[in-house]
């Protein structure tokens, strides 16, 4: 017998044996939802509004600028090798 591991947690998973029935069997329908995604989408914009990007990484985390930094580097290398 299979089982399958729905785990939120990965240190505490809950398993759930299937059968082959179950593993085998047809492919369930998709979900349907009431309202199309492009109405939910703009439902939701109106109310939160457009969020202001800030496109400069110079003030980013340092941890950002870090990963920005080596990038970088690595950039470098490769045009200097051709």
């Known amino acids: ?5 729905f785990a ?3 240190e505490h998973p ?7 029935d179950e ?4 492919i369930p329908d998709p979900p349907v ?10 439902f939701y ?7 202001n990007v800030d496109r400069d990484l110079t003030q980013a985390h340092h941890k950002i600028r870090t990963l920005l930094a ?3 580097q690595r ?5 200097q090798r051709g």
């Open 14 to 20: 809950v398993r759930r044996h299937l059968t082959e």
């Open 23 to 26: 593993i085998l069997g047809p």
């Open 45 to 51: 914009l109106a109310k939160v509004g457009s969020p």
């Open 70 to 72: 080596e990038d970088y």
């Open 1 to 5: 017998m299979r089982s399958v591991n």
């Open 75 to 79: 950039a470098e290398y490769a045009r």
């Open 33 to 42: 939802f009431p309202q199309p995604l492009a109405e939910v989408r703009a």
């Open 8 to 10: 939120a947690n990965p």
